[in-house]
């Protein structure tokens, strides 16, 4: 967002475009920011602080572009800034360092055992919810934004503020150490896992 | 018969499922789905996951005040 505000909405404009193109987007928003922060009053301020924020910078967002992913990354900016700093959560480890670690190959190959996708089928939306959320955030974002909201890789570029080719690495971590959560959660419930046949 | 490096392949199918690489990507996956065990399976864990990660999740429900308060906000500002 530029400092620089060029008057170019007109008060009417502004309205339509915040209550046309802003507030349909609400409950994705604060989906998003439960997923992030794990509790009800800090979702709703940081959804309330995203939107003051839209509102005063709505100069800034071109028209006929996509509404929802401008907001999300607004969204996201605040939860960094202004808000992971005050949440007890324990630090998170540094972006480039979980990426390096995860970028073994052996994280794709950790057990003898896979994941059936019957299993997966077969498991209570809980269940799924807790090995997202067991997820470091870094990660966990990079499931919701591609597979709650359905975003586009150059989208989540824009989002996160990463070239392309770290989304892609990304998710694909991300997507693995889901895997490995919800095997463990199938093998911990007895669901059906499959020894691997040679 | 199974590609020789599966790891490379589960992360390029896993953008042809994301649907990164178009028309492409869709003949691709035909022919890792019909040659490749390893590769055909993982591509239907995905698509599992997906599926369950879009449907069963469940959705937080809006604060009933929430929209309200943000409207009251706006109008404040204006
Ligand atoms: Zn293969």
């Known amino acids: 967002m530029s400092e620089v505000q060029r008057r170019k909405y007109s008060q009417e404009e502004r309205t339509s475009i915040f209550d046309g193109e802003f507030m349909p987007h609400i409950d994705s928003m604060y989906n998003f920011a439960f997923r992030l922060t794990f509790d009800e009053d800090d979702a709703k ?3 309330q602080d995203t939107y003051m924020k839209a509102f005063r910078f ?18 996201k900016n605040s939860f960094i800034n202004d808000y992971r700093k005050k949440t007890k959560q324990p630090a998170t480890v540094d972006y480039q360092e979980v990426e390096t670690f995860y970028n073994s190959d052996d994280v794709d190959y950790q057990s003898t055992t896979d994941l059936r996708a019957e299993s997966v089928r077969d498991m209570l939306g809980d269940e799924i919810s807790n ?13 919701i934004l591609a ?11 824009k989002i996160l503020d990463i070239p392309i080719g770290t989304v892609r690495s990304r998710l694909h971590r991300a997507r693995n150490l889901l895997k490995e959560k919800l095997k463990g959660y199938a093998q911990s419930m007895g669901y059906n896992t499959e020894e691997e046949e040679e | 018969m199974q590609c020789s490096d599966v790891s490379k392949c589960y992360e390029l199918l896993e953008r042809i499922l994301d649907g990164e690489l178009g028309d492409e990507g869709r003949d691709i996956l035909k022919e890792k789905l019909e040659k490749c065990q390893p590769c055909f399976e993982h591509v239907h864990l995905q698509q599992a996951i997906r599926e369950v990660l879009k449907t069963k999740c469940p959705k937080q429900p809006l604060p009933e005040t929430l929209e309200e308060s943000i409207r009251k906000m706006i109008q404040n500002a204006r």
């Open chain 1, 131 to 143: 090995a997202l959320n067991s997820l470091d955030v870094d990660f966990r974002t990079a499931i």
């Open chain 1, 45 to 47: 301020d940081l959804v």
């Open chain 1, 58 to 75: 709505i100069n800034s967002f071109e028209q006929g572009t996509n509404a929802k992913a401008w907001l999300f990354r607004i969204l």
């Open chain 1, 147 to 157: 597979d709650l909201e359905g975003f586009t890789y150059e989208e989540m570029a």
